[in-house]
């Protein structure tokens, strides 16, 4: 039987659950407003500690009264309010849940409901720019990972039983996931700017920004000429921070010695990079005021949907070609096999190569020193890539000899804190 302090904490917490949604509707000048909304919620609560079966009937109850109020507001010529009333009804849910107790669920989806109340506007805006591609490519990687991702093996398979396949599309999952949230971001604010799809979209793909910087100067010569080098930084910088985060994710909970030396490595290299943007920032304040004068709208960099089908598979394929030639390597060459395919796998994809590092730590099949190192070579291999790519596209040799001048301080911070820890360490 609840206590009197148990009762009262329900009350309160259904009472602060109802002010949330309801001050949000009260602010966006809706009907229902905050009373209804935390009589609701309290309607909710005290019906399920009087008798859960009075609980549904009172489920029923709210329902038609909020079917009432819409056939009202039709009667007036008012339009509907549809998305208030579900709220509302997902609200007196709520409460129910406040009344069984389940205090974090109750909390959890009233955050989520506020929230998704709150960004109406952000949400308009990123859905009309959504292209049908972008939400088939969605909807089926939901199906593959509700429906396909359970059916899968969850033990290694193979001649050399090398391959998990669970656990591979289980990556495939996460790093996608991953990568639409900086895809999201990209398509909000890209337009703002070059310096933003630099710095996302390194987050994505570091070598589509080299490639997409490489054509935007050969369209504008001006402001692209002086600025490229330090949106590459943005770029490598987001390349840093994107490397050390999955080998982090994918090992940090089986292994946390390796994310401690990883982030020792790559820690440094993120913070230099940061300091060159600083530093080229100051300095190109004036010119960057003087070019927006010029009424010049810089382009979005051109970057392939992670949800796009293509790019789901051309990962996954990836992802498992460098898994099978790293577990021959290790097999027949021990952990140098594994180091030279992870390290030569960069070329292709720097975000498997730190996945893959990742998991081989996460299995304690590589100590957490060579684990920083490799990643380090990985990354190394993606800042040379960056400026070659560049260079290829805009044959542009004094701006590029910039580029690798900018990235050399990075490299060597690196270096030396791989250096420290291997002495050190």
């Known amino acids: 039987m609840d206590t009197s302090l148990l009762l009262v904490e329900k009350v309160a917490t259904s009472t602060a659950i109802g002010l949330l949604i309801g001050l949000e509707r009260e602010w966006a000048h809706k009907e229902p407003g905050v009373r209804s909304f935390t009589i609701a919620t ?20 709210v329902l038609v009264v909020i079917i009432l109020v819409n056939v009202y507001s039709l009667a007036q010529d008012q339009p509907l309010q549809i998305t208030t009333s579900l709220a509302l009804a997902a609200t007196n849910v709520l409460g129910i849940l406040v009344g069984a107790g389940s205090f974090f669920l109750a909390f959890a989806c009233a955050i989520v409901i506020a929230a998704l109340l709150s960004w109406k506007p952000e949400l308009t805006s990123f859905t009309d720019k959504l292209t049908v591609s972008e939400i088939r490519g969605a909807l089926l990687l939901a199906f593959i990972a509700a429906v396909v991702y359970p059916l899968l093996p969850d033990q290694n398979v193979g001649p050399l039983n090398i391959v998990n396949p669970h656990s591979i599309w289980l990556t495939v999952i996460i790093v996608s996931a991953l990568n639409f949230l900086n895809y999201i971001l990209l398509r909000l604010m890209g337009t703002r700017g070059i310096p933003y799809s630099a710095a996302l979209g390194g987050l994505v793909n570091s070598a589509a920004i080299s490639h997409f910087l490489g054509q935007e100067l050969k369209r504008d010569k001006g402001a692209s000429a002086s600025m490229a080098p330090t949106n590459l930084v943005l770029a490598d910088l987001s390349m840093i921070l994107r490397n050390a985060v999955l080998v982090i994710i994918f090992s940090w909970s089986a292994e946390m ?8 490595v790559l820690g440094p290299m993120a913070l230099a990079a940061g300091v060159i943007i600083l530093i080229s920032w100051l300095r190109s304040l004036k010119r960057s005021s003087d070019t927006a004068s010029e009424g010049k709208s810089p382009q979005q960099a051109a970057l392939i949907s992670p949800l796009d089908l293509r790019y789901v598979l051309t990962f996954a394929l990836l992802f498992l070609l460098l898994t099978v030639f790293s577990g021959i390597g290790q097999r027949f060459f021990g952990a140098v096999g594994f180091i030279v395919v992870a390290i030569a796998g960069a070329l292709v994809s720097a975000t498997s190569s730190a996945v893959l590092i990742g998991n081989h730590a996460s299995m304690h099949l590589l100590a957490p020193t060579p684990v920083a190192a490799v990643i380090f070579f990985a990354t190394l291999v993606g800042l040379v890539e960056n400026v070659v790519i560049f260079f290829v596209v805009s044959r542009e040799r004094g701006i590029t000899l910039r580029m690798a001048l900018l990235s050399l301080p990075i490299i060597l911070v690196g270096m030396v804190a791989l250096v420290l820890l291997v002495l050190f360490g």
């Open 42 to 61: 309290l309607l909710g609560t005290l019906a399920w500690i009087v008798s859960p079966a009075l609980a549904f009937v009172e489920v029923s109850a």
């Open 257 to 264: 010695q390796a994310t401690i030396t990883t982030a020792i």
